[in-house]
């Protein structure tokens, strides 16, 4: 069977079914006796199970399947949920959650059968794995289960001189439309009785979502031999049990099962027709959305950024003409464009939720392992930002929260010494700032220790002993310095330091920036900036010779005019200028693009870029002005300049260099 | 039997495999990219597609001259992966080309090796795209 075409499907549905798995745990982990949550969990395992059946991952299967037998037994009141299964089932998803990356990079499930794991889950029902293997299977002088609807139409059939048989059929591994050779069995069953149950529910065995086993539940005034035989007169089907349920054998179900809560006086006459039905109304709700590929996403935003540029020429092909219903018409296009670019741009942007939901689960572990007493609150999970930019946004994240925790947060017993609470407080926030997306991952433990730092890059040889009047952010950069986070060292630092060049990195790869703010004793704040949108941004484009660059708007502070003579040259022929009584360091454009100086000029139009806290100025030839660019990647084969964050098409067609302005600054 | 474009650099002929070829363009405006390697042009606009453009000519070690008439651009694609554009002096012709065209011998040239082929009395330098987008190892 062409299962490719699928397995993207599957990937995404077990991610959101383990993500729930994950959150609904935690949920649980906190009010253990919640019989709505387990019984979610339940069927986010059932789901999971059946779609993993379907796409042949046994090991998936059989794992889920095991998991699957403790939240039953859990669910129907068999079984307590205490910490030590929490932690059993906590790993169990991890295993499941391993399962899928496997998936993901190479298509099949792998080797690892995670046994240790299905016996422990067996370990906790007391019973080894075979018992538990079949669980619809009937068993002879066992008791029949089913809720209430279900045993009533039972026990009216009796009275009306109807036999009750289940069925227990067994479909051919081999068999490729198992919904369909299902639809069959049920038909010919239809001929004899009706059905009045059926396990797993229609639902599930059209959705295929079952194994190669179902078991229905018939009544009938015929032999019950008889419509076992015209079961098995349908090709690939591999066994059928029968079994009659005599009366006595009947157990009533505490929890009713979602398949079937239809109601009773349709039971024995529409029972299929209105399962369909309703499961028809449930369909329609969850069609509201649709899942796309992102490389679809993609190309209609490069056809939009095509629009923009295209408008753009004909803008300026309108002034020539000077004609007010083509200026007119232009507008109109222009309102189109704007709308259109807005409208995709709102496509692609998804909640950060997507990467804040797994911390939670990550932070309850982290406490764990490190001992520390801690509780994670977040806020601000629905801002939304570029699809692109929240799949970057995951590792950073990950490290800030990790540092918090490991580095910020003391000991239980520490914090009560500092008069503080016992447990510590880490919390995640996101928020809209204008074009920005604000992150922030704080922390109410001790602070960055600024002297042990200053010790440590005077160690390193990155700061002279003698240089001691250093401001706090300048000592604060010492921490992003790759060199200044070598394993061995640093974690004998109070502070932190671990790969926090790494986080820096990636954030200004996003085009973003990182900020700290310290306080010892009372923490620590990670400030991350973020563009909403990788795509299409504002940039100042400045001239140098026959060159346009551009600048990128949010990375500009102000624009300067200076008289050359206020240019000063300083040691090592570093030029600088006085702003405002602050010392800014000067570089010219054309010595930064590897042009020649321009002609002598007695003004100088200087731009003065930001990077955090640091101020560098750009003399540039001449301002053509702002506007909208969309940014192109100048492709795998020129990637690695680093001074170069991307080109962008100008209106009249040409291409400029979109100058990156963290390199600018350094 | 695979196809080939035959075109000049200088007063050489040379040979690429059309299979690697997306499209032959007349020259357009190139923009510069500052701290690239000297052969490396700069970029053009393809239709809304930034592509580099590298001079065959400076890559594999001819003369540099300038550009003239016949000049176009050949937009290349490596295994999918990005879009080169090379320029070369003119394009002549496409032509089919089996083993038995093929020399035993190869031609080195600077750095690069090319197979020798023949056809209807011209000596084709063929080039093999691999060694012309990537750099040696020592260089890198």
Redesign the interface.
């Known amino acids: 069977m062409e299962m490719s075409q699928y397995l993207g499907m599957f990937i995404e549905e077990a991610r959101d079914h383990i993500q729930s798995l994950n959150d609904n745990m935690l949920k649980l982990e906190e009010s253990p006796d919640d019989l709505q949550l387990i019984n979610e969990i339940f069927r986010s395992a059932h789901t999971l199970k059946g779609m993993a059946g379907t796409m042949g991952f046994v090991n998936m299967q059989k794992l889920t399947h095991a998991m699957e037998n403790v939240l039953a037994a859990a669910r129907d009141g068999k079984l307590k949920v205490n910490p030590n299964i929490m932690d059993v089932l906590f790993k169990t998803v991890d295993a499941l959650e391993e399962y899928l990356d496997v998936i993901v990079a190479t298509g099949t499930e792998g080797q690892e059968t995670n046994s240790h794991l299905v016996n422990a889950l067996n370990a906790i029902l007391g019973k080894p794995a075979e018992d538990m293997a079949v669980s619809s299977a009937p068993k002879a002088g066992k008791k029949h289960e089913y809720d209430e609807f279900v045993v009533r139409a039972i026990e009216r059939a009796w009275t009306q001189g109807f036999n009750v048989y289940k069925f227990n059929v067994e479909l051919d591994q081999n068999c490729l439309l198992k919904s369909a050779r299902a639809y069959l069995v049920f038909r010919a069953v239809e001929e004899f009785g009706e059905i009045i149950h059926s396990k797993p529910s229609v639902q599930d065995i059209e959705d295929e979502k079952f194994d190669f086993e179902f078991s229905i539940t018939v009544v009938s005034k015929q032999p019950i031999e008889k419509i076992r035989e015209r079961i098995l007169s349908i090709s690939e089907i591999r066994e059928v049990k029968a079994l009659e349920i005599k009366s006595g054998e009947v157990e009533r179900a505490e929890e009713k099962e979602e398949v079937e809560e239809v109601h009773q006086e349709h039971y024995v006459q529409e029972t299929v027709k209105v399962v369909r039905q309703q499961k028809q109304e449930t369909l329609q709700k969850t069609s509201k959305t649709v899942r796309v590929d992102i490389e679809r996403l993609d190309v209609l935003m490069?056809l939009v950024?095509?629009l923009i540029?295209i408008k753009s020429r004909i803008e300026g092909l309108a002034k020539k003409y000077n004609d007010r219903q083509y200026e007119e018409s232009i507008e109109y296009l222009e309102r189109i464009t704007t709308s259109l670019h807005d409208a995709v741009m709102k496509v692609r942007m998804v909640p950060v939720e997507r990467v804040f939901s797994r911390f939670p689960r990550m932070m309850r572990d982290l406490a764990r392992e490190l001992g520390k007493e801690f509780e994670l609150v977040m806020s601000g999970e629905d801002t939304e930002v570029d699809r692109t930019i929240v799949d970057e946004l995951g590792d950073p994240l990950i490290h800030l929260l990790r540092n918090a925790a490991d580095h910020g947060i003391e000991d239980p017993e520490e914090r009560v010494k500092n008069g503080k609470p016992r447990s510590g407080l880490i919390k995640l926030c996101a928020y809209h700032d204008g074009n920005n997306v604000v992150i922030e991952v704080e922390d109410d433990g001790k602070g960055i220790d600024l002297e042990k730092v200053k010790q440590k890059a005077i160690e390193k040889g990155l700061l002279k002993e003698d240089q001691i009047d250093l401001s706090e952010q300048e000592i604060i950069d010492f921490l992003f310095m790759p060199s200044f986070s070598t394993k061995d060292k640093v974690t004998n630092l109070s502070g932190r330091g671990v790969g926090l060049d790494v986080v820096k990195t990636k954030i200004e790869q996003l085009g973003g920036m990182v900020e700290v703010k310290t306080q010892k004793g009372k923490g620590t704040k990670f400030i991350i900036r973020l563009p909403l949108t990788l795509a299409i941004i504002q940039a100042l484009l400045v001239t140098v010779h026959d060159?346009i660059y551009a600048i990128p708007v949010a990375s500009i502070r102000e624009i300067v005019d200076v008289a050359k003579e206020d240019v000063k040259v300083v040691q090592k022929g570093k030029e600088i200028i006085m702003l405002r009584n602050q010392v800014i360091p000067i570089k010219h454009l054309h010595s930064?693009?590897?042009l020649e100086p321009l002609l002598d000029k007695k003004k100088f139009t200087v731009v003065i870029v930001r990077r955090g806290e640091k101020l560098t100025g750009i003399i540039v030839d001449k301002l053509l002005g702002q506007q909208d660019i969309v940014i192109?990647?100048?492709?795998?084969?020129?990637e690695g300049?680093?001074?170069?964050s991307g080109?962008t098409?100008l209106g009249d067609?040409?291409?400029?260099?979109i100058l990156d302005p963290n390199m600018l600054t350094v | 039997m695979e196809q080939y474009l035959i075109f000049r650099l200088a007063d050489e002929h040379y040979g690429l495999n059309v299979n690697h070829i997306e499209n032959i363009e007349k020259l357009m405006p190139i923009t510069r990219v500052p701290h690239t390697k000297e052969y490396v042009k700069g970029v053009i606009n393809l239709r809304g597609e930034i592509v580099p453009v590298i001079d065959l000519r400076e890559k594999i070690g001819v003369e540099k001259e300038e550009f003239g008439e016949e000049t176009r651009i050949l937009i290349v694609n490596w295994k999918g992966e990005f879009k080169v554009g090379l320029i070369i002096d003119e394009v002549l012709d496409v032509v089919y080309l089996s083993k038995e065209d093929f020399d035993q011998a190869t031609r080195d040239r600077n750095e690069f090796k090319f197979s020798i082929a023949k056809y209807s009395g011209m000596l084709i330098n063929i080039i093999n795209l691999e060694d012309v987008l990537f750099e040696k190892a020592e260089e890198v």
């Open positions: 490069n950024s095509e540029i060159e930064i693009v590897g192109k990647s100048l492709g795998k084969y020129l300049i680093r001074l170069i080109a098409i067609g040409s291409v400029a260099m």
